[in-house]
């Protein structure tokens, strides 16, 4: 079955850089590479937020507005593995944050997620 597992979390300080990843399972290569690709986050109390996606293909990548210029989202498809390169990470960049796979079908998959935190 399908498997999304994240990686990379942490505690930062401000203005420290991480990097997540998101290593997916059960698809072949021929599907993985139609899926559109997502990072969400959420933290107590409010709903779960998108953060980033890449589409099929490595396109048009889009990014929350909070984190633009700061995030920068990537895949490896021969790997089924997404990334999330996070620099000058702020203290309300503090989430579990969770990759999600949609298929050319809508069908949707989460990890489980990870945690980072940014305090001094």
């Known amino acids: 079955q399908v498997q999304l597992v994240e990686s990379g979390g942490g505690l930062v300080q401000p203005g420290e850089s991480l990097t997540l990843s998101c290593a997916a399972s059960?698809?072949?290569?021929?599907?993985?590479?139609?899926?559109?690709m997502s990072w969400y986050r959420q933290t107590p109390g409010k709903e779960r937020e998108p953060v980033a996606v890449?589409?099929?293909?490595?396109?048009?990548?889009n990014y929350a507005d909070s984190v633009k210029g700061r995030f920068t989202i990537s895949r490896d498809d021969y790997k089924r593995t997404i990334y999330l390169q996070m620099n000058s990470l702020k203290p309300e960049d503090t989430a579990v944050y969770y990759c999600?796979?949609?298929?050319?079908?809508?069908?949707?998959?989460w990890g489980q997620g990870t945690q980072v935190t940014v305090s001094s």
């Open positions: 890449i589409p099929s293909g490595s396109g048009l990548t």
């Open positions: 999600r796979a949609r298929t050319l079908e809508t069908f949707e998959y």
């Open positions: 059960g698809f072949t290569l021929s599907t993985y590479v139609l899926n559109s």
